[in-house]
């Protein structure tokens, strides 16, 4: 039977679990694949570190980078994570030098992939990025396989577990944003720094990835990206009144010759299925020509979950055939025009807190009429004891751009006593 | 570029649309895998019958037999259905005279599977039916590759549209069965012979296929049917009551060292995500190690989500990889021990209709004490002006056997005056 050399390029929780799999499913990936895995090398920052599992003497490799010059080393597997500095290092010199890559690193992936796959295609090479997006959801497969026949016009859906959990543990245990964190961290479901699950940069780079995937373009940074930390327990009750729920969302769609990409904490309806994805689950949607909607969902992070989406890319490789990064030849691929999301349509949720006092309300209703945004439900709340209202108001569908233009004006009034918010609404 | 020389043989609802697909995407397809899709023969039973589409002269092929033999054929696709006949003759032929195979036929699959994936492995050609389960879910190329690195425990889900439709159409619109099952029909959602599709022989060929696929065993016959024509409008709405949707479920699973396979109605939690599935949609939801529950959803039947599947099929023939069709080598397939579930425990809902007279009620607990089936809950639901009632017990977890024996000692008695229920519930 034929072989296929891997060298391991860090040893952090993944890695250490892929190196273990490797080790105990050696046979059965074999049988399957018609090709043995064979671990030749491993690397890591830290030789001596304790580990639960014993690497072989002549399986350690003092200096990572010499993986890519190897004669012995036909596939090397980049688990060391960012988009500069050694990550990058590795896998460039890999491609180059005519060894295929397997990679969990969407940073690096969502910035450099196009060169990348130009790299792997010219030298006849994979370079796979499955665990790259949405852990064990086998997703981007799925796209370029199992989904290939389609057309795609919108891919959407759950993309960080993080924000997902907290999200959803607001809503179920009445906590508050802060105290969720704290509990998602001891749970392991949040990092101990968790901006870039938080504030959508997690989401945004998964998102450029599937993008490009979808539509058969070239990854683009035009992406509109908010992230979670300012929804308030509020929030979300008021959402809940309304028949809503919240959660971060990313979407990625084409509308006549434009595409929008945007991740943004949204108001779903609560009987949508999205909204019924809790907890740390990840849930991909698209909706194609000619198979309509696909719904894909699973785990979307962890050790175990992104092993199952490597060890898919390993065995595709195991089995031989090249394909392109990208579903599509780089030179086939598409310069298609992303458009800023100022200029589409949403309706949305704004919450105004206000000093009670009287000419508030048709104050605010004034702002909204001259910038043409019409209110399609509002409700005013007295806070008696503190002297204030919330006021909720539900907007028919509008430009983005009006709707944050009369944020910045409302921002400014004297009767405003915290920062308003604009949450869109997704009502398709 | 390469060239695939394609016959389509089966010019139905699907091989037009799939004729007509090809036709539009042959370019783009041919990009995605550096290979031409280039269908060469069409044949179907009329000749003349008129069709939306152009055959050019010298596609016509009078005996669809012929695919099998001639030189200028690489892949057939077959959609004639059925597990005999024409469609057994083609696919063995075709196979034997070492041409590549796709094809929708879960019938055929589901009987004829292993025969025939043991010649495609001697003859190095593919045998692919993805299009045979659940249409435009990709399940199977999920289930080969995707999820490769997976061990599989369970497979369970909704795969028959037409009888997920039915039952959610009664609950929802307060139908019973016989008015659903006219809407459905003219709705174009259930056949005007629908009997394979209620009496759960099209659920039962799927699972038998995905068993096979899961556990990388045999194709076995052993198996549990039981389809939706017994459900009432009556049991709908107990099984709300009690927190319930009743949907017809597919379950294979492994426990211990024996496979259950069954198809059965079952009463699920109505916060469980199989329960918010309606319509014709399929789910199928996978649990296995390392990746944790993964769960795959979409259009499980017509012409479009079946095109979506054989494209990918064939894409999968077009990019030159020959696989095994049962994901692992005939040689290393297991004969596992399949289980009657009479063996298996389970909690269930039973209802019993009986006059209205004293000591029923005693008479009924006592049989179930007798045979040792603990009551978790009971209602009794007179009928006053029936001089009936109804009897709904929900028991704790128990012996299927036992549950049946109960069925058949409790329809003998003469206070029974209709045909008691028995619906498994999963509570798992």
Known sequence: ??????????????????????????????????????????????????????????????????????????????????????????VFNALKNKKHVVTANKALIAKYGDQLSKIAESNNVNLEFEASVCGGVPIIRSLKEGLIANKIRKVYGIFNGTSNYILSSMDKQNKNFKDVLMDAQKLGYAESNPTADLNGDDVSSKLKILSSLCFNSFLNSNIHVE???????????????????????????????????????TLVKNNSHVATIDGVLNAVIVEGSPVGQSIIQGAGAGAEATTSALISDISSILRGNVKFPFSISSKERKKLKFNNISERNFSAYLRFEVKDISGVLSNITNIFSRNKVSIKRLIQNPKKNKGTSSIIIITHSSKDKALNKIIKIVSKKKFIVSKPKLIRIDDY
Not at 247 to 262: A, H, T, V
Request: aromatic residues 8%; contains cysteine.
């Open 227 to 265: 992230g979670i930390k300012d929804i308030d327990k509020e929030d979300i009750d008021y959402a809940n009144s309304l028949g809503y729920k919240i959660k971060l969302l990313g979407f990625s769609e084409q509308i006549k010759n434009n595409i929008y990409q945007r991740v943004h904490p």
């Open 1 to 90: 039977m034929k072989k296929l050399n891997i060298a391991i390029v860090g040893l952090g929780n993944i890695g250490s679990y892929l190196f273990q799999y490797l080790n105990l499913n050696k046979k059965i990936l074999s049988k399957k694949n018609n090709c043995i895995p064979n671990v030749k090398y491993v690397s890591a920052k830290r030789k001596n570190k304790k580990r639960k599992f014993k690497i072989k003497k002549d399986q350690w490799l003092t200096n990572y980078i010499d993986a890519t010059i190897k004669k012995d080393v036909d596939l090397i597997v980049e688990l060391i994570g960012g988009a500069e500095g050694p990550a990058k290092k590795l």
